[in-house]
């Protein structure tokens, strides 16, 4: 089955700077790519996902970058405010539509 | 509505209780899951139902047991469950585009303990 390792677990960054969260999945099957954020106590919500057939994709302060060959993917936040922080998963999901692999999840904080 | 709607918010029962959880999504989504989550770990797919039909069931001990009533209504019933059974129940829709996968939405969950 699908294994995704995502690193790093840990994150803390001063307001403004840059934060990046890297992702690798082991099925070169794997097509879609979504990134999940959860506050504390709430609810997973979508923030950006990537096809397979597409290298890169942005949205504001959020890009998330795709290497097949590789088989790794990237989360980029740029000029990271406090609301930023919470846990970030990224998850691959392939052949087997509507399963989805999630990786262990990265804490982010940005610090004032 | 663009949100999936989960009650109980908070359920506690004892192992040898009988008790449902329920999710009710009007996205028109096609694809309804349940995944269980432990604290600062990710979620953990239980069952997939497509079209109303249960098409992944991850290997879950049969206490737990899955519903799909019609395509806007999942439950979950738990009978005889064991402590280790507490964790943050999520249910999540997706649409369903062919074989593509595609964004799930998720509940704001049941926080489930069991004593």
């Known amino acids: 089955g699908e294994n995704v390792e995502q690193h790093p677990s840990t994150l803390s960054v001063q307001e403004g700077d840059s934060a990046v969260i890297k992702c690798t999945y082991s099925?070169?099957?794997?097509?879609?790519f979504p990134w999940y954020k959860q506050e504390l106590g709430k609810r997973p919500q979508l923030i950006i996902d990537i096809r397979s057939n597409v290298g890169e994709k942005k949205d504001q302060r959020i890009a998330v970058t795709l290497n097949k060959t590789a088989k790794h993917f990237s989360l980029h936040i740029t000029e990271t405010q406090p609301e930023d922080s919470a846990v970030y998963f990224c998850a691959a999901s392939g052949a087997n539509a509507g399963k989805s692999t999630f990786g262990d999840g990265t804490t982010l904080t940005v610090k004032p | 509505d663009t949100e999936v709607t989960q009650t109980p918010k908070h359920l506690v029962m004892g192992m040898t209780n009988k008790k449902s959880l329920k999710c009710e999504q009007h996205m028109g989504h096609r694809a309804m899951y349940w995944y269980k989550q432990k604290a600062k770990k990710p979620p953990e797919l239980m069952f997939v139902?497509?079209?109303?039909?249960?098409?992944i069931n991850e290997s879950v001990p049969s206490r737990f047991s899955p519903e799909c009533p019609n395509s806007s209504l999942l439950n979950l019933h738990l009978h005889a469950l064991q402590p280790e059974d507490s964790a943050l129940y999520l249910c999540?829709?997706?649409?369903?585009?062919?074989?593509?996968?595609?964004?799930?939405?998720f509940g704001q969950g049941t926080r489930l303990t069991v004593v």
């Open positions: 139902y497509s079209y109303e039909k249960l098409s």
């Open positions: 999540a829709s997706s649409p369903v585009r062919g074989r593509l996968n595609t964004e799930a939405f």
């Open positions: 099925d070169s099957a794997s097509n879609y």
